[in-house]
């Protein structure tokens, strides 16, 4: 069983269609708390780390072979708070970050809410550091996003994040740095090749809980 620790319950449906599509049979286990983010946002996202410790001994003591962060704003902490956990932890924009290294040393990072910004930047840093690869990494704050997801305008939430994708040409791969804003990847029709985290961040959770 791979348990997911999410910080809005949008990203439970996406989870659960990934899974269908790609992993049949995989049981996901989804643990939703709204106020780890509201918490990482206002004070830091170590502020959350005792909560999110706790997170994963209760996922693990419910059977969890691997556990995925699904938000980039505290998956670093739910990484650092993995020790002595028992089962392996992983954060879902780890993979997009080493395709984006990969892709070139160019590149943009966008995101809707700025807490985002220089987690997935430093992600990004390590993954070219592990790769041995030269990087330049720029992050973009899509302005006027947020507020409208938080709204439930979804629709304008990605139109936005694709608007602001599209605008980029000076660079080898966009990173889309929150797993709400991967359906934006569809109306982005851009030079530049758009990475987005749900889907090869689940592949690589299945492989933990399958091993694990």
Not at 4 to 21: C, I, K, M, N, Q
Not at 67 to 94: N, Y
Not at 151 to 179: K, M, N, P
Request: hydrophobic share 50%; aromatic share 2%.
């Amino acid at each position: 069983m791979l348990a997911l620790l999410h910080t809005s319950p949008v990203h439970v449906p996406v989870f659960d269609a990934l899974r269908d599509e790609a992993h049949p049979g995989l049981e996901l286990r989804h643990h939703v708390d709204a106020g780890l983010l509201e918490r990482a946002r206002l004070e830091g996202p170590e502020a959350v780390t005792d909560q999110v410790r706790e997170v994963l001994r209760q996922a693990v003591a419910d059977g969890a072979r691997a556990v995925l962060c699904t938000c980039s704003t505290i998956g670093g902490v739910a990484e650092a708070a993995s020790d002595g956990v028992g089962v392996p932890v992983l954060r879902v924009d780890r993979p997009m970050a080493a395709a984006a290294v990969a892709a070139g040393p160019r590149v943009v990072v966008l995101a809707a809410l700025e807490s985002t910004l220089a987690p997935t930047a430093a992600l990004i840093g390590e993954e070219a550091r592990r790769a041995g690869r030269p990087v330049e990494v720029r992050t973009r704050l899509v302005d006027g996003a947020w507020p409208r997801f938080e709204a439930g305008d979804t629709e304008g939430y990605l139109r936005l994040v694709a608007a602001a994708a599209r605008a980029v040409s000076d660079a080898d791969a966009i990173v889309l740095a929150q797993a709400s804003m991967a359906p934006a990847r569809e109306l982005a029709d851009g030079p530049v090749p758009v990475l987005a985290s749900p889907a090869p961040g689940l592949a690589a959770g299945a492989d933990a809980a399958r091993l694990g």
